[in-house]
């Protein structure tokens, strides 16, 4: 597996189980509010308490160096980012008329929430996570530069860079500036991945609402 590979599935895959555990708390916070909903809130504030950077070394280093460790640090910081985001997200649907006059109309709590509520989510999700997906990148290959990530001799473009350094003095530079390069178009492509889907988001919304009125 060469390195640009390893990065991006290792994020795909950071991206994913964060988002899975980042959507799930922040849904049920805006659900049940309450006791729940604070009790939740009050752990995603604990943990943005600290640097999402630091967040995923302190884990890494707790654990030892290694891929599995990097990737579990980097999971927990990012939980966070989606649990705010689908609380809040939860909370605006279920106060727009249509989701009131289903509530009103006597409709299960679950066809609600699952024909009403997530709907209208996913797609600021999916901006989350694509933005997710660079973060990622970027830290996994910082956690490698530092030596707490991806292991030589696995191939991973912090290690590459790290590597290459001692090299750029001598002449030879490409060796850790190709790497470098790499990850900034990687990065820079997710970023303007999200951007597009951002323009895409209130069009969305405005059929969704459509649709669901229209239900």
Same mark, same amino acid.
């Given at each position: 597996m060469?390195s640009?590979q390893?990065?991006?599935?290792a994020?795909?895959?950071?991206?994913?189980?964060?988002?899975?555990?980042?959507?799930?708390i922040?849904?049920v916070?805006?659900?049940?509010g309450?006791?729940?909903?604070n009790?939740s809130m009050?752990?995603?504030?604990?943990l943005?308490?600290?640097?999402? @950077?630091i967040l /995923?070394?302190?884990?890494? %280093?707790?654990?030892g160096?290694?891929?599995l460790s &990097?990737?579990?640090g980097?999971? *927990?910081?990012t939980?966070p980012?989606?649990?705010?985001l689908?609380?809040?997200?939860?909370?605006r649907?279920?106060?727009?008329?249509?989701?009131?006059?289903a509530?009103?109309?006597?409709?299960?709590p679950?066809?609600?929430?699952s024909r009403?509520?997530?709907?209208h989510?996913?797609?600021v999700?999916?901006?989350?996570?694509?933005?997710v997906?660079?973060?990622?990148? @970027?830290?996994l /290959?910082?956690?490698?530069? %530092?030596?707490l990530?991806?292991?030589v001799?696995? &191939?991973?473009?912090?290690?590459m *860079?790290?590597?290459?350094l001692?090299?750029?003095l001598?002449?030879?530079w490409?060796?850790?500036?190709?790497?470098g390069?790499?990850?900034l178009?990687?990065?820079?492509?997710?970023n303007?991945?999200?951007?597009?889907l951002?323009?895409?988001t209130?069009a969305?919304?405005m059929t969704?609402?459509?649709r669901?009125l229209?239900?």
């Amino acid at each position: 597996m060469s390195s640009g590979q390893l990065d991006i599935l290792a994020a795909v895959v950071v991206t994913a189980a964060g988002g899975l555990v980042g959507m799930t708390i922040g849904a049920v916070a805006g659900l049940r509010g309450g006791a729940t909903d604070n009790a939740s809130m009050r752990l995603m504030d604990s943990l943005l308490a600290f640097p999402p @950077l630091i967040l /995923a070394l302190a884990v890494s %280093v707790a654990l030892g160096a290694g891929t599995l460790s &990097a990737a579990l640090g980097i999971t *927990i910081s990012t939980v966070p980012f989606y649990a705010r985001l689908m609380r809040s997200e939860v909370l605006r649907v279920k106060a727009l008329p249509f989701v009131e006059a289903a509530v009103a109309s006597g409709g299960r709590p679950s066809r609600i929430v699952s024909r009403h509520i997530l709907p209208h989510t996913w797609q600021v999700m999916a901006i989350q996570a694509s933005s997710v997906v660079g973060y990622a990148v @970027l830290t996994l /290959a910082a956690l490698g530069f %530092v030596g707490l990530g991806v292991q030589v001799p696995t &191939a991973e473009w912090g290690t590459m *860079i790290t590597a290459g350094l001692p090299f750029v003095l001598s002449g030879q530079w490409w060796m850790g500036v190709f790497p470098g390069v790499m990850l900034l178009t990687l990065v820079i492509g997710c970023n303007l991945v999200a951007d597009g889907l951002g323009g895409g988001t209130v069009a969305g919304v405005m059929t969704g609402t459509t649709r669901s009125l229209r239900e």
